[in-house]
Every structure is written in structure tokens, then in C-alpha cells.
């Protein structure tokens, strides 16, 4: 079948009886009608349980959008920048960077 | 690596001499200074003359056209003092006035705003004549280029990652095929240092560096900044001063309003992946390890790819 988000080709996966279709071109992945749970069941038997996240830091507006490769604790979502901002300095070698080809 | 000496001293020498014409070889009270000396270019100041040496095997002809299209649009580009490239040596060169750069040492006084409408009232340009394609993607193969001949003598964990990232990023944006979409006049190289203030000290903010301007993807002169937003290293507050910039002056590069990820999806993973490629080159020729910046990038490029590692090697069965 074709991606319906960039039409390319997308190849089978069977994993414990789970077939997913994955695109060769932006890597999105396509779930049928109850695979979604079944993967959901299959990582629940192997992930063990992690404690649950902090409380995100309120914020005064919501954080621009950022893409799902972002920083998790950057990239818009909250706190945590490697840059600094609110009166902090930022890193030197990203103060570089800023700079840089 | 650095200009041998004899480029650095004739330079020099031209700088000084397009500084002041007719005045002989004479020594003049002002001195001269280099403003930069990389692979890819040497440059060096003399009073209010900037004198480019352009990185070996520059194409003339697409340097020219670069020149003319920067006399035609001196509201956007600094406009260079000649049109046509001296030949020194092995190297091009160009003159240019003096501009003030960013100060780097106070990069929160970064013109986010400046720069993002100067991109936008570029990539709103029709070109007057043919223009070869913007370098963006090309740059970022050669970073690649360097990292695998790095990599080729000495193994690094993050290579890994930063391969993989490259090898899932579309065949434009490692330019092994043309770029998609209706091309825009694009800088190509964008980043803090590609500003000045023209006249110095406090004229209006222009682009500088031409080397990389051509047509293609605008999205990608947008791509360093959203790729720092997005590796946590850029605060929200200044990408959301450029992007809103940008849109006010009409850039074509993402949708008016809205996500503008998908426009910068690509572009974006490629600048990371080439910021991080660079990085890890560094490293590995200074033998030191990724500091917490460069280690963000490379974590980028490994959240990229994640889902076909999980399928064929995470999952049991």
C-alpha cells in the first residue's frame, strides 16, 4: 500500500502476530483496527513501569510547536534549556554555534 | 585549517589597496585585520575594506552571478565593491564594505527580527538571471563527507545516530536529486554571523556571504534556527520572535499561520544532522568527547529514526 501522508511505498512488519505497515519514506507507521492495543498489551508484558513524569512547570503561554524528533524537555515543552534564557547565561559552546556553518 | 601565508599576506595587500585607491604601495596608520580564516574562506579587514578569499575550486561563474544578484539587492544583501571576482593565487576574491557584526559575546542581542524579514523579502525576490542552485543541501553532504573520513580512522558511538538520521532524510536534502516546490532566491547559510550592521556601527542589518545563495527550498534558511529550537538549545520566546517575523513579512517559506513544522520538517532534521556531523568531526580530531550541546544534537538525530530500529531489532519474537 501507498502512504496516504507522502504516497510512498509502505513494507510489512509482523511482530507477534501484529502487522504494521511502515513508510520506506517518512518512516510513519499504520495500525489496523486494534493493533494499536495489542502493541500497547505486548509493551505492557516487556516495558517495565516507570515512575510517572514530574508536573510540568506552569507556563505563561503555550510553547510554539516543535517536532516529534524535538528535545523532550526543550524544543517548546518545558524548561530544560541547554541555551538558558530567563537571565541565564548560555552555553558557551552553543553561544558558538549561533556563529557557525 | 588556514590560508597558507603568501594567500593571507596578498590579501592583505588588496585590502589595503581597494581601501585606498591610488595611494601606491605607501604603508597607510591604519592596520589590518583578519576577520576569519576557515577551509572555506579567509577574510580579512583593512579601514572600511573587507577583502574575501573564496574556499579553492569556487566556481567562478556561479560566484559572478552570486556578486550581481548582491549589487542588485542592497536593501537585503550587502552589496560587494566589485562585481567580478580577482583571481590571487589559487583563490577568488571579492571586497565588500565593513559591516558590524552580532557582537558574539552578547548573542541575547541577537536581530531574530531583522534577520527573519531580510529572509523573507529575499526569498519574495525573482532572480534577474539563471542563479545555480542554493548550497544548503550540498553543505551539509560534504559535512558528511568529513565525519565518514573521520569516522574512517577512528569509530565513535555517536556515528551511529547521525548516519542514520542522514540516510532517512529525503534525497534533496543530501542533494542527490533536485529540490522540490517552486524555487525561491535562498541565502543558503544561515546563522548569527551572516549579519552586519551597514554602514558600522548602527546602519541597517544586512546578509553577507553569498557563496551558498541560489534557488531552492526557502524553508531551508529558516532550518538552523527551528533545528536549535527543536534541540532545546534555542529558547521558545526567540524562535517564536523569528517565525513571527518571517510570517509578518510575508516569507513563503511556511504557511501564514498554522504548524509550520511540516514545512520545516526536512530542512530542519538536515541542519541537525549536519550541526551534529560537524560536532562529532570536531571531536574526534581534537580527541576530546561531545560536550552536553553537541551530545544534544547527536540524541536529535537518534530520535529520528527510532521506530525502524524498534521494529527489526526492539520487539521480541
Known amino acids: ?101 | 585549517m588556514s590560508a597558507p601565508p603568501e594567500v593571507l599576506t596578498a590579501l592583505t595587500a588588496r585590502a589595503r589597496a581597494t581601501a585606498h585607491p591610488g595611494a601606491g604601495p605607501a604603508s597607510c596608520s591604519c592596520g589590518s585585520m583578519p576577520l576569519a580564516d576557515r577551509p572555506d574562506a579567509t577574510v580579512v579587514r583593512h579601514a572600511d575594506t573587507v577583502a574575501k578569499a573564496h574556499a579553492p575550486g569556487t566556481d567562478p561563474a556561479g560566484l559572478a552571478r552570486r556578486l550581481a544578484m548582491a549589487a542588485r539587492l542592497p536593501d537585503v544583501l550587502l552589496p560587494p565593491l566589485t562585481v567580478t571576482p580577482a583571481a590571487l593565487h589559487d583563490r577568488l576574491v571579492t571586497f565588500w564594505p565593513y559591516g558590524a557584526p552580532v557582537d558574539p559575546d552578547d548573542p541575547d542581542a541577537a536581530p531574530w527580527e531583522a534577520a527573519a524579514t531580510l529572509l523573507a523579502r529575499l526569498h519574495r525576490t525573482a532572480p534577474s538571471g539563471p542563479l545555480p542552485p542554493m548550497r544548503g543541501p550540498a553543505k551539509a553532504a560534504h559535512a558528511l563527507t568529513r565525519l565518514r573520513t573521520a569516522l574512517g580512522t577512528t569509530p565513535h558511538p555517536a556515528a551511529g545516530p547521525v548516519l542514520q538520521a542522514w540516510h532517512a532524510l529525503p534525497a534533496w536534502a543530501r542533494a542527490e536529486a533536485p529540490m522540490p516546490g517552486t524555487p525561491a532566491l535562498c541565502h543558503g547559510d544561515l546563522h548569527l554571523g551572516q549579519l552586519v550592521r551597514h554602514p558600522a556601527p548602527d546602519g541597517p542589518w544586512r546578509l553577507i556571504d553569498v557563496d551558498d545563495l541560489g534557488m531552492g527550498v526557502p524553508a531551508w534558511d529558516l532550518a538552523r534556527p527551528a533545528a536549535w529550537y527543536a534541540c532545546g538549545l534555542l529558547p521558545p520566546e526567540e524562535w517564536t520572535r523569528f517565525l513571527t517575523a518571517y510570517r509578518r513579512a510575508g516569507g513563503p517559506a511556511v504557511p501564514l499561520d498554522g504548524d509550520a513544522w511540516p514545512a520545516l520538517d526536512v530542512p530542519a532534521r538536515a541542519l541537525t544532522v549536519q550541526t551534529a556531523a560537524r560536532a562529532l568531526t570536531k571531536a574526534l580530531a581534537g580527541d576530546r568527547p561531545l560536550d552536553e550541546v553537541e551530545q544534544a544534537l547527536v540524541d536529535a538525530c537518534a530520535r529520528m529514526t527510532p521506530v525502524p530500529h524498534q521494529l527489526t531489532h526492539g520487539f521480541p519474537g
Open chain 1, 1 to 101: 500500500m501507498q502512504c496516504p501522508k507522502c504516497h510512498a511505498p509502505m513494507h510489512t512488519y509482523n511482530r507477534n502476530g501484529v502487522q504494521i505497515e511502515q513508510c520506506s519514506g517518512c518512516r510513519g507507521i499504520f495500525l489496523d483496527y486494534g493493533e494499536l492495543e495489542a502493541l500497547t498489551q505486548l509493551e505492557a508484558q516487556w516495558v517495565k513501569p516507570v515512575p510517572p513524569a514530574p508536573p510540568a512547570a506552569p507556563q505563561a503561554y503555550p510553547a510554539p510547536p516543535a517536532p516529534a524528533w524535538g528535545a523532550p524537555h526543550g524544543g517548546g515543552h518545558h524548561g530544560g534549556h541547554y541555551g538558558g534564557h530567563g537571565g541565564h547565561h548560555r552555553h558557551k559552546s552553543f553561544g558558538h554555534m549561533l556563529f557557525s556553518s
